[in-house]
């Protein structure tokens, strides 16, 4: 699988990074054998936070053993000094390390929540500069997250960024000059990327969720390969996260593997061959998970 280098952190990324919330309703065993099958499709990069339901507590035991051969990327949700600290030791216990590569303030979706987040990243901040974690970003998903990323990145100094990027959402003229302000930023100051929702087709809306994901993903070869080739040949990205659901996890490494950079008139046709789907934000009003 290729490789990018996420930004300043120096770090040779795989161009898929193993979505954690895959792993939410795993057993230990269950995440040891899809663990070990992505890294040998070449994954070098984890992202998993304690609110993926189990999959802290599934995936952990197993951190060790390839502890060299994994960027460790983790997350609290948590707003406040002391819930994001004991967030912070509690992720480091069940993973059996002393030290993370990332450490993220998670689902910053909009500027009230970032304010809200200031403790948060106090913890995250004093974390890297003590060599707890070796780096600082900031995620979320919703329309208002490319903005307050930026502005996260201007206040904390941050290292990488986690947001969404697919073709319908690109569509979007608000979203996209916020979006590209922020990756503007980010290759000026060496910030890394990360995308999430390459692979949404649309929210779930009465249909009943069949695949362990907060929105209805592609799940054929062609819409997932233009999902994923859309969201990798955005100027500026280093990688996507996996989807968060086991049985589509393979065939989307799969087809990461694969992937080709395209131009401009192939990423303007993704964007017009979803005219037709709604956008999955906000994730608030539309999420269902039945399943």
Not at 2 to 28: C, E, K, V
Not at 63 to 79: H, M, N, Q, S, W
Not at 175 to 189: F, G, I, P, T, V
Request: net charge negative.
């Amino acid at each position: 699988m290729q490789t990018r280098r996420l930004g300043r952190t120096g770090h040779q990324s795989s161009l898929a990074i193993l979505g954690g919330a895959a792993f939410a309703a795993s057993t230990p065993a269950d995440a040891e054998a899809h663990l070990h099958m992505a890294l040998d499709k070449g994954v070098n990069h984890l992202d998993i936070a304690p609110r993926y339901g189990d999959a802290e507590l599934a995936v952990g035991p197993h951190i060790p053993a390839v502890r060299d051969r994994l960027f460790l990327g983790c997350k609290t949700a948590e707003r406040d000094r002391d819930g994001s600290q004991r967030e912070l030791e509690r992720t480091m216990e069940r993973f059996g390390v002393d030290q993370l590569d990332l450490y993220q303030a998670h689902a910053i979706t909009d500027l009230d929540e970032l304010d809200r987040a200031s403790e948060a990243f106090e913890t995250i901040t004093e974390a890297r500069d003590q060599g707890v974690t070796r780096f600082a970003g900031v995620t979320g998903h919703d329309l208002g997250a490319p903005k307050a990323h930026l502005e996260a990145c201007k206040r904390y100094d941050l290292d990488t960024v986690m947001f969404p990027i697919y073709p319908r959402v690109w569509a979007d003229p608000v979203y996209r000059a916020d979006a590209e302000a922020l990756l503007d930023h980010c290759q000026a100051n060496d910030i890394g990327v990360q995308i999430i929702k390459s692979i949404a087709r649309r929210p779930w809306g009465e249909t009943a969720p069949f695949h362990r994901c907060w929105y209805e993903p592609w799940t054929d070869d062609d819409p997932i390969a233009r999902g994923v080739g859309f969201a990798l040949s955005t100027p500026g990205v280093t990688g996507i996260c996996t989807v968060g659901d086991l049985e589509l996890l393979p065939r989307v490494l799969d087809i990461v593997a694969a992937y080709e950079p395209w131009g401009e008139a192939r990423r303007a046709e993704a964007i017009g061959s979803m005219d037709a789907e709604p956008i999955i934000f906000p994730l608030a009003d539309h999420f269902r998970r039945d399943a």
